[in-house]
């Protein structure tokens, strides 16, 4: 999950080399672990699915709660065993596939790791192009799934089986294409030369907005309500409604350019 970056000067005050150098003492070989990207993935992704477990349990209950469930197609939220069904399926293939796949890929890439943090706008820079660059490879590989019949009878189909979206079916996918989606998400920063910092926030918040996207509720305070280029929930709930609309997983520009945006 890291990558080779030079760090920048020290004049600008530097606010995030403490948080670097805190980071950094005494974990170098977890750091550089090529088990670590897949590890920091299944785990991010549990942690951040947990308010909308709660969200799901509230909603047996709650009127309010049901009433932020996205209208078009979400459904009531579902039940507890499919929860737990979805995660020892995604724990599954992690083990069995991830794992290993992924630490192959991280003992090629030999990561080290700088002195120096990046300054502010190098981190915001790095995780923004990481979006842009991630936001496109997936809208055409996912545009590819649909497309074409074998890649998704084969590959893709897995990820349309829940009828009621929830947080924790965003990575209810394939082994083979939830891997392929940690690849381009770590190639992607390694394109870009990132950081470590970077990167690592880049894969917090990657995993944050697929998340949100497939949570089921149009929540007030959802990033889409305060970036308008964001297409969130609602844009992936129709997604997974009509499987021919809304291909880019984050930014609407890729589908509105190509005719596929649904909002």
């Not at 606010?15 to 003492?25: P, T």
């Not at 991010?44 to 308010?51: F, G």
């Not at 995604?90 to 080290?112: D, G, K």
């Not at 349309?160 to 394939?174: E, T, W």
């Amino acid at each position: 999950m890291m990558n080779v970056t030079t760090g920048h000067g020290m004049g600008e005050g530097h606010v995030l080399q403490d948080l670097w150098q805190y980071v950094r003492a005494g974990q170098e070989e977890i750091l550089v672990s090529p088990y670590l990207p897949a590890s920091y993935a299944f785990l991010t992704h549990v942690v951040l699915c947990a308010p909308f477990l709660v969200l799901d349990v509230l909603g047996s209950v709650c009127q309010r709660v049901r009433y932020w469930r996205v209208s078009s197609g979400s459904g009531s939220p579902p039940p507890l065993r499919q929860w737990f069904d979805c995660f020892w399926r995604v724990l599954f293939r992690y083990l069995t596939t991830i794992l290993p796949a992924t630490a192959v890929f991280q003992t090629l890439r030999s990561p080290t790791l700088p002195d120096l943090a990046p300054s502010c706008w190098q981190l915001f820079v790095e995780v923004f192009a990481c979006f842009l660059l991630f936001d496109t490879v997936f809208f055409i590989w996912h545009f590819s799934m649909h497309r074409v019949p074998w890649l998704y009878h084969n590959i893709h189909q897995q990820h349309h089986q829940n009828k009621v979206l929830f947080a924790l079916a965003a990575q209810d996918s394939s082994s083979i294409e939830l891997l392929s989606l940690l690849l381009l998400g770590l190639s992607s920063a390694w394109v870009v030369g990132c950081h470590p910092l970077s990167e690592s926030l880049f894969h917090l918040l990657n995993t944050w907005l697929a998340v949100e996207d497939h949570c089921g509720y149009d929540l007030p305070w959802a990033l889409h309500r305060l970036l308008p280029c964001l297409g969130g929930a609602p844009f992936h709930q129709a997604h997974h409604t009509m499987r021919s609309v809304n291909y880019a997983p984050y930014f609407t520009h890729w589908d509105q350019l190509f005719g596929t945006c649904c909002v």
